[in-house]
């Protein structure tokens, strides 16, 4: 059973920078694509970014593009989310997702089939 574990998140200036880990256990790492989603008080789980396993293809939500990066590291198992130029609305509790299906919509929740507890990160102004 696929297993995902968040960590990095806390508290974090406006401005600064932060980096979240998933680590993943499981399944074969390589044969999943990932994502990153967020979700603040009172508002719906959010799109941050994907990685498709297959062909490496990387997407972001318009809200974190040209500031936030996902990487993966298959040796180590594990996605990164390297969050620069943060700002206070990036207050939210960031979710690590996984999915072996080939044809799934990675900006969608529904295109996921496994998801870590969530990892609080905090901005102040």
């Given at each position: ?39 603040a ?26 500031r ?58």
């Open positions: 059973q696929v297993a995902l574990v968040e960590s990095g998140g806390g508290l974090v200036q406006a401005g600064g920078s932060l980096r979240l880990s998933c680590k993943f256990s499981g399944g074969t790492f390589t044969r999943y694509s990932m994502g990153w989603f967020r979700q008080p009172g508002k719906e789980r959010e799109f941050v970014a994907s990685m498709r396993w297959y062909d490496g293809w990387i997407d972001y939500g318009g809200s974190v593009k040209g936030f990066v996902v990487s993966r590291d298959n040796v180590k198992e594990s996605l990164s989310l390297r969050m620069y130029t943060i700002e206070p609305e990036d207050t939210a509790v960031y979710y690590c997702s996984a999915t072996s299906r080939t044809d799934s919509d990675l900006d969608s929740i529904t295109g996921y089939d496994y998801w870590g507890q969530g990892t609080q990160v905090t901005v102040s102004s």
